[in-house]
């Protein structure tokens, strides 16, 4: 349990973008009519965005970037740090898109420009990083941009995945107050013997690219793909997703002594629907505090938690002081809940690109 307490911190506007290009899931082509109808019920997902080969996640990142600034009314040369959390990085090894997004947004090259390549919990961890580097106030302002795009990562043959995912990027501005009158509170966990879980295994260096990463294979009846795209073990994720998460937020009201029942939200990441509910249940919290975006924009990895605030809450988080609770979970494996207060914060619409 690696608890963590930030104080001088609030975030102050969130933006979400998605390709225009929607992918209905029970059209996809690997699906049998009865398979169609199932993945939904037990999902969720109805459709999701998916973009095309020419976009990129820091294009998507940008824009929702470009609409926060226009909300605001920040000045660029404000932000002293843009951190980019994500897997689908511009460049896989090298340079960093935080460096780039730095150069296409415009910001003063005196600013710390970093990259994080989480999945699934990756809101989370990068709300703990950039408040952390900010609370001693050095840090006035942060961009975060998080988010995924699996698309190009995933084989469109692969009915365990593809169907499931989505792209959408995000931008979050925080930004150091010391009035500020809730601390933000966090619980990380990493457990790396599930490595395997949820892994593309031949683009690095432990498993390098070679021609024959580009064979495709099938593995069986409607999963079909090649060594560089993505791969989920279903049943350990899942043995993972319907323990881990529940035990990380029950720990995390524990360790800082709130009472859970009277959050206003629970932004959980969306998983799928089936996993989230018995989260939910578990935490014994009403259909109310637990909104879903999963039926439109499906699992976005890390972009999951933003999107739901947009999408979902956004009336509520734009109206009033919100006491929310965040918790995203996934590859690594690796897991983290926040205890985060927003008050009358920017929130805009869901952008499509």
Same mark, same amino acid.
């Given at each position: 349990?690696?608890?963590?307490?930030?104080?001088?911190?609030?975030?102050?506007?969130?933006?979400?973008?998605?390709?225009?290009?929607?992918?209905?899931?029970?059209?996809?082509?690997?699906?049998?009519?009865?398979?169609?109808?199932?993945?939904?019920?037990?999902?969720?997902?109805?459709?999701?965005?998916?973009?095309?080969?020419?976009?990129?996640?820091?294009?998507?990142?940008?824009?929702?970037?470009?609409?926060?600034?226009?909300?605001?009314?920040?000045?660029?040369?404000?932000?002293?740090?843009?951190?980019?959390?994500?897997?689908?990085?511009?460049?896989?090894?090298?340079?960093?898109?935080?460096?780039?997004?730095?150069?296409?947004?415009?910001? +003063?090259?005196?600013?710390?420009?970093?990259?994080?390549?989480?999945?699934?919990?990756?809101?989370?961890?990068?709300?703990?990083?950039?408040?952390?580097?900010?609370?001693?106030?050095?840090?006035?302002?942060?961009?975060?941009?998080?988010?995924?795009?699996?698309?190009?990562?995933?084989?469109?043959?692969?009915?365990?995945?593809?169907?499931?995912?989505?792209?959408?990027?995000?931008?979050?501005?925080?930004?150091?107050?010391?009035?500020?009158?809730?601390?933000?509170?966090?619980?990380?966990?990493?457990?790396?013997?599930?490595?395997?879980?949820?892994?593309?295994?031949?683009?690095?260096?432990?498993?390098?690219?070679?021609?024959?990463?580009?064979?495709?294979?099938?593995?069986?009846?409607?999963?079909?793909?090649?060594?560089?795209?993505?791969?989920?073990?279903?049943?350990?994720?899942?043995?993972?997703?319907?323990?881990?998460?529940?035990?990380?937020?029950?720990?995390?009201?524990?360790?800082?002594?709130?009472?859970?029942?009277?959050?206003?939200?629970?932004?959980?990441?969306?998983?799928? +629907?089936?996993?989230?509910?018995?989260?939910?249940? +578990?935490?014994?919290?009403?259909?109310?505090?637990?909104?879903?975006?999963?039926?439109?924009?499906?699992?976005?990895?890390?972009?999951?938690?933003?999107?739901?605030?947009?999408?979902?809450?956004?009336?509520?988080?734009?109206? +009033?002081?919100?006491?929310?609770?965040?918790?995203?979970?996934?590859?690594?494996?690796?897991?983290?809940?926040?205890?985060?207060?927003?008050?009358?914060?920017?929130?805009?619409?869901?952008?499509?690109?």
């Amino acid at each position: 349990m690696a608890f963590l307490e930030v104080k001088n911190v609030e975030i102050k506007g969130v933006a979400t973008a998605v390709p225009k290009q929607v992918k209905i899931a029970k059209e996809q082509p690997f699906f049998t009519d009865i398979e169609a109808d199932n993945f939904t019920n037990v999902t969720g997902v109805i459709s999701s965005h998916v973009a095309p080969a020419d976009m990129t996640l820091s294009d998507l990142c940008q824009v929702a970037a470009e609409k926060l600034f226009e909300a605001s009314g920040w000045e660029r040369d404000s932000i002293d740090l843009i951190m980019f959390v994500s897997t689908s990085r511009d460049f896989y090894i090298c340079p960093n898109t935080a460096n780039i997004l730095q150069d296409k947004l415009g910001l +003063k090259t005196s600013i710390m420009a970093l990259d994080l390549p989480f999945a699934c919990s990756g809101y989370v961890y990068g709300l703990s990083v950039a408040s952390s580097l900010m609370q001693s106030g050095q840090l006035k302002r942060a961009l975060l941009c998080v988010g995924e795009m699996t698309s190009k990562n995933q084989s469109n043959l692969d009915k365990t995945v593809w169907a499931l995912h989505g792209d959408a990027g995000s931008a979050t501005f925080l930004e150091y107050n010391p009035e500020a009158k809730h601390p933000m509170q966090f619980n990380l966990g990493s457990d790396g013997s599930g490595w395997e879980a949820i892994i593309c295994r031949e683009v690095g260096v432990r498993y390098p690219t070679t021609p024959d990463s580009l064979i495709v294979k099938k593995y069986e009846e409607g999963i079909e793909r090649n060594g560089m795209q993505c791969s989920m073990d279903g049943m350990s994720v899942f043995s993972f997703a319907i323990t881990r998460p529940g035990k990380c937020i029950k720990e995390l009201a524990e360790h800082f002594d709130f009472n859970l029942p009277d959050i206003d939200y629970l932004l959980i990441h969306q998983a799928n +629907k089936m996993i989230d509910e018995k989260i939910r249940k +578990k935490l014994k919290l009403s259909e109310e505090k637990v909104p879903y975006s999963m039926p439109y924009f499906g699992n976005t990895s890390s972009c999951t938690i933003p999107i739901t605030m947009t999408s979902q809450v956004r009336n509520s988080l734009e109206s +009033k002081e919100n006491e929310l609770v965040m918790c995203g979970f996934g590859s690594g494996l690796s897991w983290g809940s926040a205890h985060i207060y927003t008050n009358k914060i920017i929130c805009l619409p869901v952008i499509e690109v």
